[in-house]
Nanobody, 122 residues
Framework: QVQLVESGGGLVQAGGSLRLSCAAS????????MAWFRQAPGKEHEFLAA????????YVADSVKGRFTISRDNAKNTVYLQMNSLSPEDTAVYYC???????????????WGKGTLVTVSS
């Protein structure tokens, strides 16, 4: 079992930045690939970014490429999502996810965090 706790969400003005963190506990964090998804009101989960257990390879959705960056610190059991140039369209609940392999869809996610709300004001 892996427990995931997101933090760093909040209210930010358009054009601003936020860094989300996801702290993991339980099974060996470094064995899992990690990902970030988001869900806006009335919409399905949207894949944002993923990173292999080694941190050597990252995958970022085209919709946020160039603005969002994923990274991890296995020594701290934490994965991060740096978000820049935020717009109101980025308003959503942001979720951390863990799986043995890199995933870009929700079906293959093993563990989910409870999410952190990001609100971007215009």
């Amino acid at each position: 079992q892996v427990q995931l706790v997101e933090s760093g969400g909040g209210l930010v003005q358009a054009g601003g930045s936020l860094r989300l963190s996801c702290a993991a506990s339980g099974r060996t964090f470094s064995n899992y690939a990690m990902a970030w998804f988001r869900q806006a009101p009335g919409k399905e989960h949207e894949f944002l970014a993923a990173i292999r257990w080694s941190g050597g390879s990252t995958y970022v959705a085209d919709s946020v490429k160039g603005r969002f960056t994923i990274s991890r610190d296995n020594a701290k059991n934490t994965v991060y999502l740096q978000m820049n140039s935020l717009s109101p369209e980025d308003t959503a609940v942001y979720y951390c996810a863990a799986s043995p392999n890199v995933v870009t869809g929700t079906d293959d996610v093993y563990y989910w965090g409870k999410g952190t709300l990001v609100t971007v004001s215009s």
